[in-house]
Protein backbone atom coordinates (compact mmCIF):
# COMPACT_ATOMS: atom_id res chain seq x y z
CA UNK A 1 0.00 0.00 0.00
CA UNK A 2 3.01 2.62 0.87
CA UNK A 3 4.85 1.48 -2.99
CA UNK A 4 1.17 2.31 -4.47
CA UNK A 5 0.82 5.37 -2.44
CA UNK A 6 4.63 6.47 -3.45
CA UNK A 7 3.54 5.76 -7.21
CA UNK A 8 0.57 7.67 -6.89
CA UNK A 9 2.50 10.72 -5.46
CA UNK A 10 5.13 10.70 -8.30
CA UNK A 11 2.14 10.98 -10.60
CA UNK A 12 1.00 13.94 -9.37
CA UNK A 13 -1.98 12.41 -8.02
CA UNK A 14 -4.28 12.51 -4.64
CA UNK A 15 -5.55 8.59 -4.73
CA UNK A 16 -3.87 5.31 -5.36
CA UNK A 17 -5.53 3.38 -7.78
CA UNK A 18 -5.68 -0.43 -8.69
CA UNK A 19 -3.16 0.07 -10.94
CA UNK A 20 -0.64 1.87 -8.56
CA UNK A 21 -1.57 -1.07 -6.07
CA UNK A 22 -0.89 -4.01 -8.82
CA UNK A 23 2.17 -1.96 -9.92
CA UNK A 24 3.35 -2.22 -6.10
CA UNK A 25 2.87 -5.95 -5.57
CA UNK A 26 5.43 -6.79 -8.68
CA UNK A 27 7.76 -4.09 -7.38
CA UNK A 28 7.92 -6.12 -3.84
CA UNK A 29 8.26 -9.33 -5.37
CA UNK A 30 10.59 -8.32 -8.15
CA UNK A 31 11.36 -4.62 -7.94
CA UNK A 32 10.99 -1.67 -10.05
CA UNK A 33 11.06 -1.96 -14.13
CA UNK A 34 14.79 -1.44 -15.69
CA UNK A 35 13.40 0.84 -18.58
CA UNK A 36 16.43 1.60 -19.44
CA UNK A 37 17.80 -2.26 -20.18
CA UNK A 38 17.88 -3.65 -23.63
CA UNK A 39 17.64 -7.44 -24.60
CA UNK A 40 18.72 -8.55 -27.71
CA UNK A 41 16.24 -10.39 -30.12
CA UNK A 42 17.87 -13.35 -28.92
CA UNK A 43 17.75 -13.03 -25.34
CA UNK A 44 14.27 -11.43 -25.73
CA UNK A 45 12.45 -14.76 -27.15
CA UNK A 46 14.51 -17.15 -24.64
CA UNK A 47 13.35 -15.25 -21.85
CA UNK A 48 9.30 -15.24 -23.20
CA UNK A 49 10.46 -19.32 -23.54
CA UNK A 50 11.33 -19.31 -20.50
CA UNK A 51 8.39 -18.11 -18.99
CA UNK A 52 5.95 -19.42 -21.15
CA UNK A 53 7.61 -23.17 -19.93
CA UNK A 54 6.61 -22.09 -16.49
CA UNK A 55 2.89 -21.03 -16.92
CA UNK A 56 2.48 -23.85 -19.35
CA UNK A 57 3.66 -26.21 -16.91
CA UNK A 58 1.56 -25.02 -14.41
CA UNK A 59 -1.58 -24.93 -16.51
CA UNK A 60 -0.83 -28.54 -17.25
CA UNK A 61 -1.16 -29.49 -13.36
CA UNK A 62 -3.99 -29.76 -10.87
CA UNK A 63 -3.75 -28.75 -7.77
CA UNK A 64 -1.38 -25.50 -9.06
CA UNK A 65 -2.09 -21.92 -8.68
CA UNK A 66 -3.56 -20.26 -11.44
CA UNK A 67 -1.39 -17.95 -13.58
CA UNK A 68 -1.90 -14.28 -13.07
CA UNK A 69 0.12 -12.04 -14.87
CA UNK A 70 3.64 -12.81 -17.36
CA UNK A 71 5.81 -10.40 -18.26
CA UNK A 72 9.20 -10.01 -19.72
CA UNK A 73 10.44 -6.77 -18.65
CA UNK A 74 13.65 -6.32 -16.48
CA UNK A 75 13.52 -5.86 -13.09
CA UNK A 76 16.01 -4.04 -10.79
CA UNK A 77 16.15 -7.40 -8.79
CA UNK A 78 17.84 -8.53 -12.14
CA UNK A 79 14.92 -10.85 -13.13
CA UNK A 80 14.52 -10.36 -17.01
CA UNK A 81 10.83 -11.53 -16.38
CA UNK A 82 8.76 -13.30 -14.33
CA UNK A 83 5.35 -15.53 -14.05
CA UNK A 84 2.69 -14.49 -11.69
CA UNK A 85 0.87 -17.48 -9.55
CA UNK A 86 -1.84 -16.20 -7.45
CA UNK A 87 -3.90 -18.85 -5.09
CA UNK A 88 -7.46 -18.70 -4.98
CA UNK A 89 -8.68 -17.93 -1.47
CA UNK A 90 -6.57 -17.94 1.39
CA UNK A 91 -3.96 -20.82 1.72
CA UNK A 92 -2.24 -22.15 4.92
CA UNK A 93 -0.95 -25.75 3.77
CA UNK A 94 0.64 -27.01 1.07
CA UNK A 95 0.12 -30.71 -0.11
CA UNK A 96 3.01 -33.07 -1.09
CA UNK A 97 1.50 -32.93 -4.79
CA UNK A 98 1.21 -29.45 -4.48
CA UNK A 99 5.00 -28.96 -3.67
CA UNK A 100 5.78 -31.66 -6.55
CA UNK A 101 3.96 -29.25 -8.61
CA UNK A 102 5.86 -26.51 -7.58
CA UNK A 103 9.03 -27.98 -8.44
CA UNK A 104 8.09 -28.77 -11.73
CA UNK A 105 6.66 -25.49 -12.38
CA UNK A 106 10.29 -23.98 -11.23
CA UNK A 107 11.92 -26.13 -13.81
CA UNK A 108 9.33 -25.71 -16.55
CA UNK A 109 11.23 -22.59 -18.09
CA UNK A 110 14.89 -24.51 -18.39
CA UNK A 111 12.77 -27.13 -19.79
CA UNK A 112 11.45 -24.41 -22.60
CA UNK A 113 15.08 -23.21 -23.04
CA UNK A 114 15.94 -26.45 -24.05
CA UNK A 115 14.22 -26.37 -27.45
CA UNK A 116 16.75 -23.49 -28.26
CA UNK A 117 19.97 -22.69 -25.97
CA UNK A 118 20.44 -23.66 -22.25
CA UNK A 119 21.04 -19.91 -20.23
CA UNK A 120 22.17 -18.55 -16.85
CA UNK A 121 18.05 -17.51 -16.69
CA UNK A 122 16.97 -20.74 -14.77
CA UNK A 123 19.68 -20.03 -11.74
CA UNK A 124 17.33 -18.47 -9.04
CA UNK A 125 14.40 -21.27 -10.30
CA UNK A 126 17.38 -23.78 -9.78
CA UNK A 127 17.92 -22.49 -6.41
CA UNK A 128 13.92 -21.95 -5.29
CA UNK A 129 13.70 -25.63 -6.60
CA UNK A 130 16.38 -27.65 -4.67
CA UNK A 131 15.28 -25.26 -1.48
CA UNK A 132 11.66 -26.82 -1.91
CA UNK A 133 13.13 -30.42 -2.52
CA UNK A 134 15.24 -29.84 0.49
CA UNK A 135 12.69 -28.48 2.68
CA UNK A 136 10.50 -31.58 1.87
CA UNK A 137 12.86 -34.02 3.12
CA UNK A 138 13.97 -32.71 6.05
CA UNK A 139 11.63 -30.48 7.47
CA UNK A 140 7.83 -32.22 6.05
CA UNK A 141 8.45 -35.77 6.58
CA UNK A 142 7.49 -36.45 3.13
CA UNK A 143 10.17 -38.94 2.47
CA UNK A 144 9.41 -42.64 2.65
CA UNK A 145 13.32 -42.93 3.18
CA UNK A 146 13.48 -40.70 6.82
CA UNK A 147 9.83 -41.40 7.37
CA UNK A 148 8.94 -38.25 9.83
CA UNK A 149 11.65 -37.90 11.41
CA UNK A 150 13.36 -33.72 11.35
CA UNK A 151 16.88 -34.03 10.23
CA UNK A 152 16.66 -30.25 9.51
CA UNK A 153 16.10 -27.63 12.45
CA UNK A 154 15.21 -24.05 11.82
CA UNK A 155 15.84 -21.40 14.62
CA UNK A 156 15.11 -17.65 14.57
CA UNK A 157 12.95 -18.18 12.04
CA UNK A 158 11.12 -14.86 12.53
CA UNK A 159 14.94 -13.65 12.08
CA UNK A 160 15.53 -14.79 8.44
CA UNK A 161 15.83 -18.62 9.85
CA UNK A 162 18.72 -20.24 9.79
CA UNK A 163 18.67 -24.01 9.46
CA UNK A 164 21.27 -26.62 10.24
CA UNK A 165 21.18 -30.49 9.73
CA UNK A 166 20.76 -32.76 12.38
CA UNK A 167 22.04 -35.65 11.54
CA UNK A 168 24.82 -37.55 10.72
CA UNK A 169 27.50 -36.90 7.74
CA UNK A 170 26.14 -40.45 5.97
CA UNK A 171 22.61 -39.41 6.64
CA UNK A 172 23.27 -35.95 4.19
CA UNK A 173 24.73 -37.85 1.64
CA UNK A 174 21.21 -40.25 1.45
CA UNK A 175 19.52 -36.59 1.87
CA UNK A 176 21.38 -35.10 -1.16
CA UNK A 177 20.94 -38.21 -3.19
CA UNK A 178 17.21 -37.62 -2.33
CA UNK A 179 16.37 -33.65 -3.32
CA UNK A 180 18.43 -34.81 -6.86
CA UNK A 181 16.33 -37.12 -7.35
CA UNK A 182 13.11 -35.04 -6.52
CA UNK A 183 14.01 -31.91 -8.43
CA UNK A 184 15.36 -34.65 -11.40
CA UNK A 185 11.45 -36.11 -11.50
CA UNK A 186 10.00 -33.31 -11.68
CA UNK A 187 12.29 -31.75 -14.28
CA UNK A 188 11.71 -34.63 -16.44
CA UNK A 189 7.47 -34.33 -15.61
CA UNK A 190 7.96 -30.30 -17.10
CA UNK A 191 10.11 -31.82 -20.09
CA UNK A 192 7.32 -34.03 -21.00
CA UNK A 193 4.30 -31.80 -20.81
CA UNK A 194 6.26 -29.15 -23.25
CA UNK A 195 7.01 -31.27 -26.31
CA UNK A 196 2.69 -32.14 -26.34
CA UNK A 197 2.07 -28.96 -26.42
CA UNK A 198 4.49 -27.75 -28.79
CA UNK A 199 2.40 -25.64 -30.84
CA UNK A 200 1.07 -23.51 -28.10
CA UNK A 201 4.69 -23.38 -26.52
CA UNK A 202 5.86 -21.75 -30.13
CA UNK A 203 2.33 -19.29 -30.16
CA UNK A 204 2.41 -18.37 -26.27
CA UNK A 205 5.75 -17.14 -26.81
CA UNK A 206 5.31 -15.16 -30.03
CA UNK A 207 2.39 -13.40 -28.61
CA UNK A 208 4.79 -12.41 -25.32
CA UNK A 209 7.38 -11.70 -27.46
CA UNK A 210 5.53 -9.14 -29.18
CA UNK A 211 3.47 -7.79 -26.16
CA UNK A 212 6.38 -8.00 -23.54
CA UNK A 213 3.56 -8.46 -20.58
CA UNK A 214 0.24 -10.45 -20.66
CA UNK A 215 -2.54 -11.05 -18.23
CA UNK A 216 -3.48 -14.57 -17.24
CA UNK A 217 -6.65 -14.55 -18.82
CA UNK A 218 -5.13 -13.53 -22.19
CA UNK A 219 -2.64 -16.68 -21.47
CA UNK A 220 -5.37 -18.98 -20.73
CA UNK A 221 -7.74 -17.81 -23.50
CA UNK A 222 -4.65 -18.75 -26.57
CA UNK A 223 -3.89 -21.90 -24.21
CA UNK A 224 -7.71 -23.05 -24.39
CA UNK A 225 -8.17 -21.54 -28.01
CA UNK A 226 -8.60 -24.93 -30.89
Same mark, same amino acid.
Given at each position: ?????????????????????????????????????????????????????????????????????????????????? $?? %???? !???? +???? #? =???? @? *???????????????????????????????????????????????????? $?? %???? !???? +???? #? =???? @? *????????????????????????????????????????????????????
Amino acid at each position: VNEAALRAVRDGRRFATQADLEESIEVVIAGYQKKNAIMTDEEKKIVAYHEIGHALVAAKQTNSAPVQKITIVPRTSGALGY $TM %QVEE !GNHY +LMSK #A =EMEN @K *IATLTGGRAAEEFHSVTTGASNDIEQATKLARAMITRYGMSDDFDMVALETV $TN %QYLG !GDAS +LACS #A =ETQT @K *IDQRVVELVKKQHERAVNILPENRAKLDELARHLYEKETITGEEFMHILNEA
